[in-house]
């Protein structure tokens, strides 16, 4: 039987999973989470004509280079903009972020400024090239008015976005409700990534998917409620797959996915009733990508395989989609980039190879030694997807690129 493509395996797994709802969450516990719902502007941004820096507010249809201005009030930050009607040639001083009087529809730095007299009355030369109309004021409604959608629903709320919702009164968000992910990790010869080297015999290896999984589950948004480690046994594997199905929306494993005896995992979702919805896909690395779906809860198993880089390639590629329907969004975004230089495509699969972007946006890819060596993903910038095919890639050929989640 005829493996499937990524494309077909992609639609397989993502077929009728839904949303996941939403709930509320202080500001402070915001962010990284995807709003659920717009955020509006409350009132106009900037809600007044604000002065842009230290200085002189004025009339600029009464400069002129040189003349001196009398100078009648002081407008402090913080405080209501003077109300009265300057007479000509009357200014005040203003300080940033103060509100300007609406007599006035301009402000001259303080550094253009120089004192002629302070008695009887303070007069000022100001010396700017020209005063146009709104020098130097920030002016209300500039940035938004008010009800203008600041954030949309599906955004990711980023420590600015996180100010924004601040600034406009919202200090409780609606926001995706995280799919909650146990990981199990498995294999004899994987041990704590805290094992002394002198532990360790030659055949042993520290535990390196568990961590990066973690940090990609919380780059793509999800929740990881636990991370277990499995021996190559039956009896526990069974009963940690029988308790993660009831914790969480997403069972993720790595490792036992193959054809080996000791690969337990697909055997022990067979038995726990789930249905099957992928057991390889014809991509490399990854090849031995599972999927299953517990029937009544509708929990999705994702089982990916052992070796590093095709944990990291079909996190990417199966794991952040997946997050992403749940959340409420749409697919990670591939673009089109030309190739840096020649590249050997798979004849029997489609490749997909870890790439650095260059500073003149051309995908390099980079040198490995197969899907055990992610010492050389330490500088990728991304994934490039290479067609199953004889013949070579050269540039200046454009191939599809998806950036790392980081």
Same mark, same amino acid.
């Given at each position: 039987m005829s493996l499937p493509s990524y494309d077909e395996a992609l639609i397989r797994l993502l077929?009728?999973?839904?949303?996941?709802?939403?709930?509320?969450?202080e500001l402070r516990a915001a962010r990284g989470r995807v709003l659920a719902e717009d955020i509006l502007a409350?009132?106009? =941004?900037?809600? &007044?004509?604000?002065?842009?820096?230290d200085g002189f507010a004025l009339r600029s249809s009464e400069y002129e280079s040189g003349k001196a201005f009398t100078v009648v009030?002081?407008?402090?930050?913080?405080?209501?903009?003077?109300? &009265?009607?300057?007479?000509?040639?009357?200014i005040i001083r203003i300080a940033t972020g103060a509100a300007v009087p609406e007599t006035f529809d301009a402000v001259v730095q303080h550094e253009l400024s120089a004192v002629v007299e302070t008695r009887p009355r303070e007069l000022v030369r100001l010396s700017a090239d020209s005063v146009n109309p709104w020098r130097s004021i920030h002016r209300k409604g500039a940035d938004?008015?008010?009800? =203008?959608?600041?954030?949309?629903?599906?955004?990711?709320l980023t420590p600015q976005a996180i100010g924004l919702a601040a600034a406009v009164g919202q200090v409780k968000l609606c926001v995706a409700r995280r799919p909650r992910v146990v990981l199990l990790t498995t294999g004899d010869e994987v041990l704590p990534p805290d094992t002394p080297g002198e532990r360790?015999?030659?055949? =042993?290896?520290?535990?390196?998917?568990?961590?990066? $999984?973690?940090?990609? $589950?919380?780059?793509?948004?999800?929740?990881?409620?636990?991370?277990?480690?499995?021996?190559?046994?039956?009896?526990?594997t069974r009963d940690a797959a029988q308790r993660a199905l009831g914790d969480a929306h997403v069972v993720l494993t790595v490792g036992g996915v193959s054809a080996g005896q000791r690969d337990l995992l697909p055997s022990?979702?067979?038995?726990?009733?789930?249905?099957t919805i992928l057991r390889g896909v014809s991509i490399q690395p990854g090849k031995p990508v599972f999927a299953a779906r517990e029937r009544v809860t509708q929990c999705l198993v994702l089982g990916l395989p052992g070796n590093p880089v095709s944990v990291l390639a079909t996190a990417h590629l199966f794991l952040w989609p997946l997050v992403r329907r749940m959340l409420g969004q749409g697919p990670p975004t591939w673009r089109l980039v030309p190739l840096a230089e020649p590249v050997q495509p798979n004849p029997h699969r489609e490749l997909f190879r870890a790439a650095v972007l260059t500073d003149t946006s051309t995908a390099r890819v980079l040198s490995w030694h197969g899907s055990g060596d992610l010492a050389h993903t330490a500088a990728a910038t991304g994934w490039i997807r290479l067609p199953q095919q004889e013949p070579a890639l050269t540039p200046p050929q454009n191939v599809p690129y998806l950036p790392m989640l980081t």
């Open positions: 077929d009728g999973v839904p949303p996941l709802g939403s709930e509320v969450v409350d009132r106009d =941004q900037p809600p &007044f004509n604000r002065a842009a820096m009030g002081l407008g402090p930050a913080g405080a209501p903009p003077s109300d &009265f009607d300057a007479r000509p040639g009357e938004a008015s008010r009800g =203008q959608v600041l954030l949309r629903s599906g955004a990711r360790m015999a030659p055949h =042993q290896i520290r535990n390196s998917n568990g961590p990066m $999984l973690g940090a990609l $589950l919380e780059a793509c948004g999800a929740e990881l409620l636990r991370h277990e480690h499995l021996p190559d046994e039956l009896p526990p022990v979702w067979d038995e726990l009733g789930l249905e």
